[in-house]
């Protein structure tokens, strides 16, 4: 008989401020922002510096992503896109088809030396740099040098390496392997580095790193498109056959937009327009709240319409706009509250695990494979083109109650990311969940035309789902990420904050304002 255990987590509450992220050292980090003074933006930008250290494969300056505020006391929400984008002068003739396909349930064509995933050719302009220090200047209230600081700290010190770290390596060991300084950090003679014999802490250092991160201390962000730090990431990359180039660099900007938006119960929806899992996530929630019985708690007839919802957002998708991830991404969320109710939710990513595999030698920076992001079929829907910006599987989201920020979330996961939150909004606002108990109700996937039910649901989920797809029943585990990694923070009635992270991710944590430690 197997047997299955669960891992629980409580939620962390306080009339202060909250921060919610996948390394508990980056929210720990965060929330000393918010108790010297900082805002929410401050923390969040802090968060996601910290986070490009300690978790390294998840996301990092290298790579791009997208944040929603909402203004604690106008309740304005405002977005901004700093995801990747193609060189101007990409060469989708660089990127033939060939015999086969690339393993994934919709058979879209491989690429030759999969040049598209991973190493030089995969790798995009990343946005990371700009968007967070352009969040910054506009609602922050310290600087870039101020920010980034803990970052340069953790990175002189090292990341933690325990048993979780040498999983991750082991891994993707082979793809890094291939990649001489991608090795020389991650690994030992080209094996994963093991974890230590003693139980106590180890740390591994990344001095390349700190020195790039003090440079942009220093110089300011943009030394990163327009000065030495661009010379020498131009330089690397040439070096690999990467056609990026200081034009490319220099001419980057992040964008702001007003977001998409839409009424769900007595909430508002605030996403990311266009080219991100916003609309989708949008496009599902209609479905689902036209038919769902709240009458009672979630059964398998939630379930089922919550799969129904999820796929029809998804052929809508992959019909009109592209679809952006074919294997398994791996991002970073943070959601942050401060003390008068100002939000943040941002998600950042390298793509996949690691990335394109690639770290530059003169910056110690693993690079993202974000043109893994386009359909290599030309003429397709988001296919691949110079100076193009693919189509996004992140989807931070905020919802508005009253005219103020409630609830910012968002989840790491690739195409798990707005299926795993289509439910967990549901379960707070239909079901009147707090986050604690959101978090821990068993999930179904439906990002795939084969249905993941979470071996904890109920038994008649499966049974109730197999009426209409095909269903394998799975565990929440570690590796294969069966479900998306969400971490939450909401303002209740009486103005108190609650934050939550992942239950099964033994490093996520919520960390809040003056407090000694984090959950989790």
Known sequence: MMQTWQIKKGQ?????????????????????????????????????????VVEPWLSGVGGGGFLLYGDGKTGEVDTLDFNVRASRNIDPARYPLVEGNDGEWFNWPAVKDDRNIIGYESICIPGAVDGLAQALEKYGT???????????????????????????????????????????????????????????????????????????AEAGPRDF???????????????????????DLAGFSSRWAKPATASYRDTEINVI????????????????????????????????LYAQAIRRAYEYRLQNMGHAARREDCTSHMSVVDSEGNMVSLTNTLLSRFGSKVTLPQTGMLMNNGM????????????????????????PVLFRKNGKPYLAIGAAGGRQIFPALVQLSSYVIDYGMNL??????????????????????????AAAIAEDFPVKIVSNTLHPVNFAIPSAVLRDAEGMHHGMSHPSNPWAGVAGEGDDGSSG
């Open 12 to 52: 962390l509450s306080s009339d202060k401020g909250v921060v919610a992220a996948q390394h508990f050292e980056a929210a720990r980090a965060a929330a000393d922002v918010l108790a010297r003074g900082g805002n929410a933006m401050d923390a969040a930008v802090t968060c996601a510096l910290a986070l490009s």
């Open 142 to 216: 310290i600087s870039f040098a101020e920010a980034v600081q803990p970052a340069i700290e953790l990175a002189e010190r090292g990341m933690i390496v325990d048993w979780f770290t040498a999983l991750c390596f082991a891994i993707d060991a082979r793809g890094l392997a291939r990649y001489e300084h991608s090795a020389e950090l991650f690994l030992e003679d080209g094996m994963p580095i093991r974890t230590p014999a003693s139980g106590g802490a180890e740390y591994l250092p990344m001095p390349a790193k700190a020195r790039m991160l003090k440079r942009l």
């Open 225 to 247: 498109y327009e000065g030495q730090t661009a010379s020498q990431i131009v330089e690397d990359l040439k070096a690999g056959g990467n056609v990026i180039d200081a034009q």
């Open 273 to 304: 327009a266009d080219l991100s899992g916003g609309p989708s996530f949008i496009h599902a929630m209609a479905e689902v709240e036209a038919k769902l019985d709240v009458t009672k708690r979630p059964d398998a007839a939630a379930s089922r």
């Open 372 to 395: 893994m992001w386009f359909d290599p079929r030309p003429g397709a829907a988001n296919a691949i083109a110079p100076a193009a910006q693919p189509l996004a599987n992140m989807c």
């Open 436 to 461: 604690e108990n959101a978090f821990h109700e068993p999930r179904i996937d439906a990002s795939t035309p084969t249905i993941l039910v979470d071996r904890m649901a109920q038994t008649d989920v």
